[in-house]
């Protein structure tokens, strides 16, 4: 095959390495400009109906690699950026069309009912395959000291009923990995999880400069879970013990998952509370802090609190107005706790109030409380108001509250672009919310939220960055 022609590609080998060719050819841009490139994406490719999609980097890779059939719009995204002119070389388009048959349609003749059947049966077979490998394995005296998967340990797999497995095989890239290899890499970027179907890995945490193994995880479990919560940077290293067959889910894509499926929440939350009870090795588990495994976060931020034109008591008339408004918020929500925090508020709601609770009762109460307060008080006293609203696992001590997820909020909350447009606007209140409580919970209730008015924004502050969404309201 000319690898220069995708008109020639015959199998997604072949369309791999044309598209290889054409990265070769635009000078190797890297992955991660190609995903900022198109991070925004929604104009339409030239010459078609298609709009322009995130180029993410684990699927260019598995794409440029020949283990994924991209969707045409991916694909079409992909060699405009790297400088084809697609509206003048239709050859891509065709190919796409060309292959799709035989990578997206594979054995359509037999039937949806008689296909399902048959995927049944050959998931059931391959699981039991697998559970006995791993029971031999187990049989082969490891080492004493490493652990062994915990039988009662929740099998994330097993707990998803036929459809949800389906719709998150969907999502999901299927992927190998030798034994000894480093899945992921504590205090690197959390951009996706892993869900194991066949081997074993071990979790492994820095303590003073060594590595120390805290958990095995198994056929089932899942690995990576923290950054399906909420956007955050690795706590832990996992390492292959065997090889591994696994399925390889984005974030964004699990959380669109999980917006689509909102019992898999429940089942996280299980996960959770269970690993939490492990405790890493070599610590007491009475002096471990105790985490919540999916709170909901709410941060406030007065807009130009510290300015020269405030007076102390006007600051004061501010402080008291918005505690009293966060108060009222989380009115008969048990166990919120509020924090102050300078120029407004952290709140924390445990996991027994619903995030979308949370988040409607922001959404419902805040802005009328900010125009009844700026109607009845003087110019200085008035006031802007940022909100950041996040859902993760918190952290609760003997100082407080801490955690990834109360992180997150802070660096949406001082996101430049958000900045910008609220001071750009009259807008009384300007809501950023992390990309998974926009996914699983204001997303999923359009006729409440108005999905439609939310933007997306880029976040970049400090080493975070992401994408959020934002929505600018006034009460009037």
């Known amino acids: 095959m000319d690898d220069l022609d995708p008109a020639a590609a015959d199998t997604l080998d072949d369309l791999a ?23 925004h994406a929604n104009s339409f490719l030239p010459g078609t109906r298609l709009k322009r999609v995130r180029l993410s980097r684990n699927t260019l890779s598995d794409v440029l690699l020949g283990r994924k059939y991209p969707s045409k719009a991916f694909l079409l995204t992909f060699v405009d950026a790297c400088g084809i002119d697609i509206e003048n070389d239709p050859r891509w388009e065709e190919a796409w069309d060309r292959l ?68 998150l095989r969907s999502v999901a890239s299927w992927r190998t990995f030798p034994a000894g290899v480093r899945l992921m890499e504590e205090g690197e970027r959390a951009d996706h999880a892993i869900v194991i179907l066949g081997g074993r890995a071990e979790i492994r945490v820095n303590d003073n400069g060594t590595e120390r193994v805290i958990a095995v995880r198994g056929l089932g479990q899942i690995l990576g879970e923290r950054s399906t919560l909420k956007v955050s940077v690795r706590s832990a290293t996992v390492v292959a013990l065997d090889m591994i067959w696994a399925l390889v889910v984005q974030t964004r894509d699990f959380a669109a998952f999980v917006s689509a499926h909102p019992r898999v929440l429940g089942i996280m939350e299980n996960i959770a509370a269970q690993r939490r009870t492990e405790g890493p090795v070599g610590y007491a588990r009475d002096s471990l802090p105790l985490i919540n495994p999916s709170c909901t976060v709410f941060l406030t931020d007065v807009v130009g609190f510290g300015g020269h034109a405030r007076t102390d008591i006007d600051r004061s008339l501010i402080r008291e107005a918005l505690f009293k408004m966060t108060e009222t918020v989380v009115d008969g929500m048990p166990n919120a706790r509020i924090e102050d925090r300078g120029d407004g508020f952290l709140t924390v709601v445990p ?40 859902i993760g696992p918190v952290a609760t001590d003997i100082a407080g509250v801490s955690g990834e997820a109360i992180i997150v909020a802070a660096r949406l909350v001082e996101a430049p672009h958000f900045k910008e447009a609220l001071a750009k ?12 409580a926009y996914e699983a919970v204001i997303k999923r209730d359009m006729g409440l939220y108005e999905e439609e008015s939310y933007d997306q924004v880029l976040v970049e502050v400090k080493e975070f960055i992401t994408t959020a969404w934002m929505k600018l309201i006034n009460y009037k």
């Open 17 to 39: 390495a044309c598209l290889r060719r054409v990265h070769l050819g635009a000078d190797r841009p890297t992955y991660r400009s190609l995903e900022q490139q198109t991070i």
């Open 100 to 167: 799709a048959v035989q990578y997206l349609y594979q054995g359509a003749e037999l039937g949806v009912e008689q296909l399902r059947r048959q995927l049944a049966e050959a998931e059931a077979r391959a699981d039991q395959a697998v559970r006995d490998a791993n029971e031999l394995r187990k049989q082969l005296a490891f080492p004493g000291e490493r652990k062994v998967p915990s039988r009662d340990a929740i099998s994330f797999w097993d707990a998803l009923n036929p459809v949800e497995r389906e719709a």
């Open 351 to 390: 996991p027994g109030v619903s995030a979308a609770r949370v988040i409607a009762a922001l959404l419902n109460q805040l802005p009328a409380a900010l125009d009844r307060h700026n109607s009845t008080h003087s110019e200085t006293a008035r006031f802007q108001l940022r909100l950041a609203v996040n």
């Open 425 to 436: 606007s009259s807008a009384s209140l300007g809501v950023v919310a992390s990309p998974f």
